[in-house]
């Protein structure tokens, strides 16, 4: 194996070495040592203070320390070396000597500079974290040697532009970290060569649109950060290209609004964070083309309502989140409707938040974890959701009114917490009003501290179907008495008013028969008082009595009387 300055490396005995270390000065042994083989080598290399150094896993680590050069007096047989929170500059040809190294972490160091094949030598390299340090710039010679490195993090550096075939020494790379630099300008070769790149990082930068033509080489890119920079919009098509893009991160990226087009030819597309932008609406047809979307986060945005069937298309979409929108006020009965493999939704610390309508988290038979965290609800409807297959429950931190209205929910926590087999995970429900209830926990409040008249729902129901059924049937009686009024008026009036004839006419011809008697045949009574009947009267009053039946009239006789 060749040396820095190329020659050959020998194999001296320990013998030799012992006596060069007698007669030469200490820096000349420190060098001579880099080039014993590993075998004798373990017994020489020093450990810097501050630094573990283990040779049997040929490992080191260096904490938070002093050091503001590489070290050269470790074990050249090292295989993984951790420098990080040092104060190390520059790195120079002190690399050489570690050529077995497959692993190598000096963030959060002060680098600014890397100069031209500073890594030539290690060829068994896979990882290089040089994160959270200083460099400005990078060149095409920059990382020539690394054939066998994956992973590649430059994260929080000071870089702002990408020359054309940066890259081109990693073709193997498969994760490259360039977030949280100052990237603006992207050369349409910049990630020239590397067919085997699946995630890149480049949030958290300046870049003004998104770089459709650097991204042309990446075709086996699976997950892709573009958050945090100012996009505006996004062209349409902009990922095509992409087809094998499962995972798409535009958080924070300013973004306005979305074409229909957008995200055409991302048909792998997995998941999708929108978050953070300024969209003033749900952009249900633009996204209808994800067909296979698991995952979908839209909070901090402007849309002020989520309205009924906002995800139609989605029908593969399992996990929500829409936290943080300042203007979002109601949530619709059937916003989800369409989702019914949904198995989390996240809808926490909308301020602004205070009603979601009845049905508008129902119909979804696999939710498992709902949270309603830190929203502006004050009440919440029996029929909101489908309670019973819920793992987590969260509904802290709203101002809840605890009166009658919400005796369902403190129910259904009690039972709920009383199963321990299928308990749901809940935070417990603080009530902000009435006064006389604030920071009462609503699982502990009876049912009568909640103003309900009829604890029981059950008894409620009852009470409420009876009424109802009360209320129908005497509306139904009503309405026949009116339909049969005439009908009804004639027959009281005919069963009364004969009857009442009947009596009259009885009453008027026993007092015309006894008055007109009286005055026609007035005669003395017999004596004692008893009423007498002369023979000859007798005789007329029957004679008369058969000329009246002849004529059909019929007087009452003094006898009826």
Not at 401 to 414: E, G, K, M, T, Y
């Amino acid at each position: 194996m060749a040396t820095g300055s190329g020659t050959s490396r020998v194999r001296p005995r320990r013998g030799v070495l012992l006596t060069l270390a007698v007669g030469i000065a200490v820096g000349v042994v420190m060098a001579a040592a880099v080039v014993v083989s590993p075998a004798d080598a373990a017994g020489l290399a020093n450990c810097p203070l501050g630094c573990q150094c283990d040779d049997d896993t040929l490992v080191v680590t260096c904490g938070e320390g002093q050091l503001d050069v590489l070290p050269i007096v470790l074990n050249p047989s090292l295989q993984r070396l951790v420098i990080k929170n040092n104060k190390i500059k520059t790195i120079d040809s002190s690399m050489q000597f570690y050529a077995e190294l497959t692993f190598l972490d000096l963030s959060y160091n002060h680098l600014f500079n890397m100069p031209p094949r500073t890594f030539a030598y290690q060829r068994k390299l896979t990882e290089l974290h040089l994160n959270h340090n200083k460099v400005g710039s990078i060149g095409n010679k920059t990382f020539v040697g690394l054939v066998a490195l994956t992973v590649l993090n430059l994260r929080g550096n000071f870089l702002d532009e990408l020359p054309d075939g940066v890259f081109a020494g990693v073709p193997k790379l498969e994760e490259l970290n360039l977030g949280q630099n100052r990237i603006a300008k992207l050369d349409p070769k910049a990630f020239a060569g590397l067919a085997s790149l699946r995630v890149l990082y480049l949030d958290d930068n300046t870049i003004s649109a998104v770089p459709s033509p650097s991204l042309q080489p990446l075709r086996s890119l699976a997950e892709l950060y573009l958050g945090l920079n100012s996009f505006t919009a996004i062209p349409k098509e902009a990922f095509a290209m992409l087809t094998g893009l499962s995972r798409l991160d535009l958080e924070g990226a300013a973004l306005l609004n979305v074409s229909r087009d957008s995200f055409r030819g991302l048909e792998r597309l997995r998941a999708l964070d929108l978050s953070d932008n300024r969209l003033s609406r749900i952009p249900t047809a633009e996204l209808a083309v994800l067909d296979r979307l698991e995952e979908l986060a839209l909070g901090q945005n402007d849309f002020e309502s989520i309205p009924a069937g906002a995800f139609a298309g989605l029908s593969n979409l399992r996990t929500l989140d829409i936290s943080g929108s300042l203007k979002l006020t109601r949530i619709e009965g059937g916003a989800f409707a369409p989702n019914t493999n949904l198995e989390e939704i996240v809808i926490a610390s909308n301020k602004a938040l205070s009603d979601i309508q009845e049905g508008a988290l129902s119909g979804l038979p696999h939710l498992r974890r709902i949270v309603l965290k830190d929203n502006a609800l004050t009440t919440l409807t029996d029929g909101m959701l489908s309670w019973n297959e819920l793992v987590e429950l969260d509904l802290s931190e709203n101002p809840i009114l605890c009166d009658c209205q919400i005796l369902w929910l403190r129910n259904l926590l009690v039972s709920r917490s009383n199963v321990t087999a299928t308990a749901t995970q809940q935070l417990p429900i603080v009530c902000a009003a009435p006064d006389r209830l604030r920071e009462q926990v609503l699982q502990t409040l009876s049912p009568e501290l909640l103003g309900c008249t009829h604890p029981d729902r059950q008894q409620q129901a009852i009470i409420c179907v009876v009424l109802v059924s009360a209320a129908a049937v005497l509306t139904t009686l009503a309405l026949v008495i009116y339909k049969c009024r005439r009908r009804i008026q004639e027959v009281v009036k005919g069963s009364w008013g004969s009857n009442g004839i009947g009596r009259k006419e009885r009453e008027y011809q026993k007092t015309f028969s006894e008055e007109d008697y009286s005055a026609r045949h007035p005669h003395p009574g017999p004596p004692g008082g008893g009423l007498a009947i002369h023979p000859t009267t007798l005789n007329n009053y029957q004679i008369n009595n058969h000329h009246h039946h002849a004529h059909g009239i019929r007087h009452i006789p003094v006898t009826e009387l």
